[in-house]
Each structure stands twice: as C-alpha cells, then as structure tokens.
C-alpha cells in the first residue's frame, strides 16, 4: 500500500485593509492575523493600506481572519480580481453608453485591479468635513489660550474679559462635541486598549485627552474634588479641543498627501482606452473594452489609442510608446508584430488579432508589478517595525511613570496640586508625542513614490529589498547580445565590384536581396531588410546548401551568395585582407558572386545599440565597474567592448558557466548587478545581487530578474541606479527625522527641562508636532517626483 502525502498549497493573496491610522495598527493587524492556525504569513503595510497574506484555505477562512480583527475596528477584503475566462465573457450583457463614459475606478476594475480609490476619496471628504467643523473652534480655543499665557507673562497685555467661571462650562461644551463627536476615534482606542490590550496611535491620544477631559471635567462639575486636589479653576478643555483639532488637521493632511503618492498607478490606469473598434462579419463595431476577447480582430484608425494586447495582421504603422516605455520616439510596427494596449498609433490603419485583454494586457501586468513592490518592505523597514511594535506599550507605561514621579517627587518641592497638574500635562504630552505615525511612514512612502517613478520612466522595479541593493551595487555585468546590442544581425558593410552589369551598390542589393528573399536565415533577412525599398526581381532554379549558401538565376544570369567555403568550392579569387578585417570586428561576410567572380562583399552584424557607450560612461561616471560578459569568441567581444568602453571583457563562456562568473565577482566582495535579456541569462540574473532584464527579452528572463528595462532601453540602467540611491537618500533623511524627532520630543514632553529650566511643553503644541511630522515625511517623499533621473 501506497501513502501518498498531499501538501495544501498556500494561498498568496493581497487585500485591501480598512480602519488602519498609524503604523502601530499594521502591527497590532499583522500580529493577530499571523497567529492564526493555517496563517504562514501576514505582512501589513501601512502607506499602501494592504496586506499579503500566505494562508491555508482549508484550515483558516477570511471571515476568521476578520473576526480576529474587526473587534479592535480594523477588517480586511479580497481585491477585485477580473479573473472572467474570455469564453465566459460571451454571456455578459453591458450597456454601451454607461461602459464608454467608463470612469478611472472602472478601468481598474477592468484590468483586475481595484485601488479603492474612489472609497479613500470618501474618506478623505469625511475627514475634510471633520477639520472644517473643528478647525474654527480650535483657532478660537488656542487664540484664547495663547491669550491667556502672554497675559500672565507681559503685563501690557490685558486679561481675557471673560471669567473663568463662565469660560469654562462654554470650553467644556466645546470639548465635549470635539472629544465624543469628532474625536470619537481615539475614544474607541482607549476603550479597545481596555478591553483587548490593543494599544496603537488612537490609544495615545485617546487616553491623552480623556485623561485631561475627565479631569477638567471632575474640577468643573464637582466642588469637593476642586477643593481636596485645591485646583482652583484650572482645566485642561483647551488641550482637548486644541489637541484633537491639529491632529485631526494632520491626519487630513497626511490622508492627502499619501493619495498623491499613488498618482503613479493611477496614471497607468488611466492610460486604457474605453473602447475598441472591431471587424465583425465584415463590418466595424465599437464595443465597450470589456467586450473585448481574445482572437477578436481589432481595427486601429490614425491617432487612435489601442485598446488590447495583439499581434499585427494587416497594415502597419508607427507606434508611440512612450507611455509604456518611456521612449519618446514611435517605433514601426509590420505584421506579425507586437501591439501593446494603451499606446498610441501615430500615422496609418491597421488591424491586429487580440491576445491579451482585461488582466493579461501588458499594463496590467505592469501595474501588478508595481502595486506589488510598492506593499513589499524594504530591509531597511525592518528597524523602523521593530521599533514600532514595542514603541506604543512602551510609551504608555513611561507615560504613566511621569505621571506618579511627577506626584510622588514632585510633593516634595512644590503643593500636591500644582505636582498633580504639572504631572498630567506631562502624562497627556508624553502620549501625544509619541505617536510613532513619521517612524511608520519613513520608509513606505519612499519606496511608493521611488517605484512609482520608476514605472512612469519605464523601469519596473519587482519589490523594495531590490531597490534597496541596487543602489549598493559596484559592479555592472552586461551580456552583449540584446543588452549592448541590438540583437538583431543588420548590414554594416557593403563593397562593390563594378563591372558592365552592376554599376553601384544598389545594383547589387537588388540582385542580391531578390536571391535572399528566398531564404530564411536571419542573415538573408538582414540583407533583404536593408534593401527593403528596392524592387525585387524574379529568381529561378533558387537553390540552398546548408551551412553554405545559396545559389539562383535572375535575368538569365546564375548568382551565388554565402560564405568562404562556398567561395571556395567555387575556386574564387577573393580579397583575404577584407575577409579578416570584416571578421576581427565581429562581422560575417557573405560573398556575393557568379561561378567565374567575385561581385561584392556584405559585413553582417548585430550593431551596437545607440544609446550603449552614453549609458556606459555614465556608469562609470557612478564608479561603477562595467564588465561585459559573453558567449561570442574574444575578438569579437573586444571589439564590441572597444566600441561602447568597456575595459574588461570575459568571453566564451558557456550559458551555464555565466552565473559562476557572478559567483566568481561576489566571492571578491563585490555587490554584483547583472543584466541580460535571453534565457540563457536566467541563471546568472537570478545568482547576481540584483538581476537586471532588458524589457525586450524573453518572459523567463523577466521572471528571473528583480528591474525590468522596459523597451530594452539601456539608457536606463543609470538612472534606474540613480533612482535607487535618491530613494533610500529620501528613506534615510525620513528614518533620522522621525527617530530624532521622538528622542528630542518625548523627554521635553516628560518634563525633563522644567527644574533646570522651567520649560515644559504644553500638550497643545505636542498635538501639533506629532501631526505636522507625519505630513513632513510624505511631502518629503514626494519630492522624490521633482527629482530629475
């Protein structure tokens, strides 16, 4: 008998997450989740507000995962993945005008995404409304404050004229609307800290001015108590309303400022067409891109935009691609060539077969990338969680210990209600400040806008542990063919043989690439390319000799074209100097004859691509050690690497001995980034520290790497290295001020200063650094959008 051990797959999905407001709640989400039986592994990302989850379907289900959570006021829901086969789409009936007004939010749904977008602009109103009810009283309430403290200091400046037996009961109302109504947030917070032991920013504020409320409350409503704590009429209303309005300003603020990081995504998505023009039993039909299916054939009219992934079939054009690429100039486009949804036809009709559509364009594809790298940590982020998940208990407990120092120590010196009340404006400043909100956002709105960028420029970045090695790279590995060069054999060299027939070297092309037409060899097409605005001419008795050449009549005369082996079979007196020159650059030469002479010469190579020795020397201009790294013989790899400047070269090395030589650099200590574009770059991609894939180049290529160079554009490696060392510069600059900020805050908020001193920082001003710090590390983030790459 036979046992056969069955492995449930994991499940690796993304969900969008609701009721998050500071880093702490990522981690309180994470934590909880994660603990769950069948739960392998719950990564929650504040910035993007969503979280991966690696979970056994058959032992744990979304309803349990949300169950865990939804009691501390957080929940979490599946994407809406467009998962709809083609076949099935056929039964969906659609209405036509509604689908061509389709909105950007519909367009994400389409390509399989949904950003919620449109729920966090709700929000984001909602949270507007708040700051406009509360933003008036909070300037009244802290003009009188200030008021109130410059007219004890300066003498010139008169009293409040209102007393404080009738100012309290009208701030008390006041706190009481602001606290219950647009601070019911942080209320709930502490109430979930009491009953679940869930602490997080709502936590801190929350107990910071209900401790100050009930307080102010006690002294205000109760006599006794004012007389045995001998308090006077000194409340802390003003705290509460102060507090609650700057925090619910910055929140606003920052809600805003972290839609703008995402503008990226949104413009991809907005990139999409909303219709397609399609031929159907011999006639044009505009349907809803939805509509549209694989094999459809789709018809795209100059200036129009094209709606789907396809493959050319009649016609041709000049395609802008910019928006995918990042290339400013149009590429042709022939049949059987590639179209990519969204990009641009600039002149010319054509029609091309449908093979990618809804979540499978291109785009989406794109976009998938990018959202993902975007929800990914950067290993710098790990510190700054660390931190995180220990900060907010942390706090709380030396919030309290100022509190009892303050009373306990403080009696010694001074009256118990005056070491009372200096105690609590420390406990509520210290739970302020201390918001760990700037340490949680540092590093993920870097790393959004960073990627954001980079997709916009056409470099795709797979998550934020590769942004973040890639700026540490010293060493560049380049293949040669597709990376430096075109990939694609074209004619670079032409020399004649006048005699009365041939006359120029457009004589010859035409004979020659009219017997080339014939063939399939990459080199024939290279040399019928070339001629391709010359008419060809009929060629009789066409035949071809494997690993030789060809031969065929035209006009009555028989013609020969192929290599040095035919040349010689034939006994051909040939220029063996000219043979060598062309072969010591790298160049095959085909001999172009009849049986009794030599007609002309062509050199075939794959040439260098433009922008190649720029991007090089740039590189280098980085000190970055360039090497190129080949399978083609020494000479030629020398003489590629002469071109573009490149000073060390390894050749002849064997696709499955490339990823050794990544090893052999690492084994130096150097951090190595490789970039290839065939399959056989696969290995040596994924060994590299950072592997690098031309756009251009094959799917497992791709797969294999962690930057992606859409359009094969080299040009980009630099800035793409340059992109890199901005964003962590962006990180670092967010991770010191946040750090700094809480190691210079929470001590002044203690009262540390005040016996040297007398200075204490009042919890009003606490509120309105801890908001305004969260804003200033995402507009610094977002500066990253100004910087030029």
Known sequence: MKFISIQQKMNHEIFDVKGMNCASCATIIGKRIGKLTGVQNCDVNYAVEKATIDYDPSKVSLGQMNNEIEKL???????????????????????MESMKGMSGMDHSEHLGLNQSKKEKLQELQKSKNKVLMVLPLT????????????????????????????????LFIIASFVLFYIGKIFVLGAFRFFRYG???????????????YIYSSLILLFTPIRDFLNAGENTYFDVVVVVIGFITLGKYLEARSKLQTGEAIEKLVGLQAKTALIERDGHEIEIPIIEVKINYIVIVKPGGKIPVDGIIVEGSSSIDESMITGEPIPVDKKIEDKVIGSTINKQGSFKFRATGVGNRTVLAQIIKLVESAQGSRAPIQRLADQISAVFTPTVLVLAVVTLLAWILIGMQFMPIDRAFSLGLVCFVGILVIACPCALGLATPTGIIVGTGKGAVNGILIKNAESLE?????????????????????EVTDIFTITNEKITNDSDMMQILASLEKKSEHPLAEAIVTKAMEIEFLQVMNFRASEGKGLTGIINGQEYYAGNL?????LGLKIDENQIINLTSKGKTPIIFSTKEKVIGIIGISDTIKEEAK????????????????????KLTAKYIADQVGIDEVIAEVLPQDKSNEIKKLQSQGYKVA???????DAPALATADVGVAMGTGTDVAIESAQITLLGGNISKLPKAIKLSKMTMRIIKQNLFWAFIYNIIGIPIAAGLLYPFFGILLNPIFAGAAMAFSSVSVVLNALRLKTLKL
């Not at 994407?79 to 789409?89: L, Q, S």
């Not at 869930?198 to 100050?212: E, F, H, Q, R, Y």
């Not at 082996?565 to 079979?569: G, I, K, R, S, V």
């Not at 490789?674 to 056989?680: A, E, K, P, Q, T």
């Open 674 to 680: 490789m970039v290839g574009d065939g399959i056989n």
């Open 73 to 95: 006021g957080y929940s979490i829901n599946p994407r809406n993945e467009n998962n709809v086969e083609p076949e099935k789409m056929e039964n969906m009936n659609h209405d």
């Open 614 to 633: 720029e991007a090089i020397a740039e590189l280098q201009k980085q000190d970055i050690k360039v090497i190129m790294l080949t399978g083609d013989n």
């Open 469 to 489: 090695r890639f700026q540490k790279i010293n060493v560049i590995v380049l293949d040669k063919t597709g990376t430096i060069t075109k990939g694609k054999p």
């Open 565 to 569: 082996t035919l040349a010689h079979e």
């Open 139 to 170: 300037i009244i309430v802290f003009v009188v404050m200030v008021w109130s403290i410059l007219s004890q200091v300066f003498t010139s400046i008169p009293t409040i004229p209102i007393s404080m037996s009738l100012l309290n009961p009208i």
């Open 198 to 212: 869930a602490a997080n920013m709502d936590t801190l504020v929350g107990l910071g001015t209900l401790t100050a």
